[in-house]
């Protein structure tokens, strides 16, 4: 069941944010915004990237030490 969550994981980190991502992407190329707008996309894409890794580590080292 474990194996399913980091499975689960992974997928989100490579296909789900990369697709809300492109869509954000797109809708701002659309509008075309200013800077400041520009700025804060390319934080949220960095920070999101970044908490979808940062959780599937800890639930890999959370299964990890269960098994012990």
């Known amino acids: ?9 992974f997928v989100q ?16 190329t659309t509008i075309h915004p200013d800077r400041l707008i520009w700025f804060l996309f390319w934080v949220y894409v ?5 908490t979808a890794l940062v959780q599937l580590v800890i639930e890999v080292i959370e299964k990890n030490d269960s098994k012990k």
Do not use: E, S
């Open 46 to 50: 960095l920070f999101g990237i970044l």
């Open 13 to 28: 980190c490579c296909v789900r944010y990369p697709i809300w991502f492109f869509l954000v992407y797109t809708v701002l």
């Open 1 to 9: 069941m474990k194996g399913l969550n980091i499975f689960a994981g």
